[in-house]
């Protein structure tokens, strides 16, 4: 905890195996949608949308038991899953624009983080550039020199402080294509990137471990933020 507040960023190293990391590739590679289908995205970058909706290869993630021990620290009780990134970087793709994963939030910094991210690697080569320390910067400083790049092992998890500068470093033409799945949380006061009591809906969400049902939203915020007909949305999926 020491390091993280201190850098803003951690490392948590070899959390997924070989085999594991193989059968998660395998199941998401064929919704991967063709690389230009998001306006945001360049002819190098493939996502899958509608993550949750789509496939349950990821599920184990979002509540892996050192994550969420580190998201119980950082963020309010019944914290939210905000959003679920599935992105593949092809050989060829551009370094990223330096970006604070929270400053959608009108909050003016420097300010605790109001969210947290949790990227795991799934291949050789994927690189991140941090500035570390940033996640204390006010809110007009900007990064105006060079990053520090970060390359985990595959397997591994990197926790990311939502105030934290970062971006993604160019993949070199001759590199494999780097596949990245990141889940978003955020405090359970705060509105969500994805809608996710909308889609992926009732029936997956049964499907859920009762704590991503949680963070889904089938929860309650004390005293009284998420009901549904003033009942407990867990209700719903009786």
């Not at 949608?33 to 993550?51: E, I, L, N, Y």
């Not at 580190?70 to 370094?95: H, M, Q, T």
Request: charged share 20%.
């Amino acid at each position: 905890m020491s390091r993280l507040h201190r850098d803003g960023y951690l490392v948590l190293p070899g959390l997924l195996a070989t085999g594991s990391r193989g059968r998660i590739r395998a199941e998401l590679a064929p919704l991967l949608m063709p690389a230009g289908r998001d306006p945001f995205s360049s002819r190098h970058t493939r996502q899958v949308f509608g993550v949750l909706h789509n496939t349950r290869a990821v599920d184990a993630l979002l509540d892996h038991h050192h994550v969420v021990a580190l998201l119980d620290r950082l963020l309010l009780p019944n914290f939210l899953l905000s959003k679920l990134d599935v992105i593949e970087r092809a050989p060829g793709a551009a370094a990223g624009s330096p970006l604070a994963y929270d400053d959608h939030y009108p909050v003016p910094r420097p300010r605790p983080a109001l969210s947290v991210a949790a990227t795991w690697p799934l291949d050789e080569g994927a690189t991140l550039v941090l500035w570390p320390g940033s996640h204390r910067w006010p809110s007009a400083r900007r990064p105006d020199e060079p990053g520090v790049p970060l390359t985990p092992p595959p397997g591994s998890c990197v926790i990311t402080l939502g105030t934290l500068w970062h971006s993604a470093a160019a993949v070199a033409p001759a590199a494999a294509p780097e596949l990245t799945v990141t889940a978003h949380y955020c405090e359970p006061w705060l509105r969500t990137r994805e809608a996710f009591t909308l889609s992926p809906g009732r029936e997956v969400a049964r499907q859920l471990s009762r704590r991503v049902r949680h963070m889904l939203g089938y929860s309650v915020h004390p005293p009284d933020t998420g009901l549904v007909d003033g009942m407990h949305p867990q209700r719903l999926l009786a």
